[in-house]
């Protein structure tokens, strides 16, 4: 019977050092990974909040370890700023970190509470950071109030801006309401504008409507759903 030949694998000290080798590299490049600072932070979308609130915020002032800040984790901390509607994190294996902010609109300033009114209807301290916020000054009736915050969405941001001063003044003839949704709205220009809350989408028009006015001072009426109806009266 012929006696098989088995052949016996020398050990090759170059293979050891090569295999072991790379797994130096890939512990390593692991290593590098898990302890990589985020190397840039770039916030977009932010208008009214700061950059340095939303870093400090999300704890990352100190750039730590890029893959141990979780995008989970990061959006929640994010979202604790009350002006905050959405957050998304991106991230890429060179450091960067990208935060892409989305913030609830101010609708005004509630002189009564000493609160910032937002569009989701929740109410915030002011911290007087927030400029260019119109000013409820006195007292809307409930029923009224909450048709006030949601009709304000109507309003461009850059007319909401325009506004100094909104006081409820509902409309009366011998006492009796004829318009309980009416407002009069005092402008940053020097002029007043009334409205009602059916047509409040006609605010949206006054830059257009004040370019034909001579840059004259008065009153304007636009709580009309016709603008044939819409008229100025000039202040005496």
């Excluded at 300033?109 to 209807?121: D, F």
Aim: aromatic share 12%; proline share 3%.
């Amino acid at each position: 019977m012929a006696t098989k030949k088995v052949k016996v694998k020398k050990f090759s000290f170059k293979r050891l050092l090569l295999l072991l080798l790379v797994l130096y590299i890939i512990g390593f490049a692991i290593y590098y990974f898990l302890k990589m600072p985020i190397k840039n932070i770039y916030i977009k979308g932010t208008d009214l909040i700061t950059d340095n609130e939303i870093i400090t915020t999300a704890k990352i002032k100190d750039y730590p370890s890029f893959f141990k800040c979780s995008n989970y984790t990061l959006s929640n901390r994010i979202k604790k700023i009350p002006l905050v509607k959405d957050v998304k994190i991106k991230k890429n294996i060179f450091g960067k970190l990208t935060i892409y902010v989305s913030e609830y609109k101010i609708l005004f300033y509630n002189l009564e509470s000493q609160k910032l009114v937002l569009e989701n209807n929740k109410s915030i301290e002011n911290n007087d950071n927030y400029k260019g916020i119109p000013t409820l000054i006195n007292y809307v009736p409930d029923k009224i109030y909450k048709r006030l915050t949601k009709s304000l969405l109507k309003v461009d941001s850059d007319i909401l801006a325009l506004i100094s001063e909104i006081e409820y003044s509902p409309t009366k003839n011998n006492d009796e309401v004829i318009d309980d949704t009416r407002f009069i709205l005092r402008m940053n220009d020097g002029n007043t504008v009334y409205a009602n809350l059916l047509n409040i989408k006609n605010l949206n028009h006054y830059k257009e409507i004040y370019s034909t006015l001579n840059n004259e001072k008065g009153s304007l009426y636009l709580d009309s759903s016709n603008k044939e109806n819409f008229y100025f009266q000039k202040y005496e």
